[in-house]
């Protein structure tokens, strides 16, 4: 993100010479980018690893209860 976000501002700053306004609300461009991603990833159910004992017996069944498919322990 920092990628996108950092030569936005620089050149909106240096080279264009924006208000400072506008060059702050720049700094905060990438985070309906972060927010899509962050969602994608929080609905998808891969993040869920057992912790317990309890946790782990079940692990497959809910995995497959919830359509989640391929997921690295």
Known sequence: ???MVF???YLANYA???PFLLVFALCYIDEPVRYIIMQCHMYS???IKPVSDEG???IRE???RHGI???SN
């Open 45 to 47: 159910g891969k993040w």
């Open 69 to 71: 498919e391929k997921i």
């Open 7 to 9: 030569p936005c501002v």
């Open 16 to 18: 264009f010479h924006l």
């Open 62 to 64: 809910f995995r497959k």
């Open 56 to 58: 782990i017996k079940t």
């Open 1 to 3: 993100m920092y990628l």
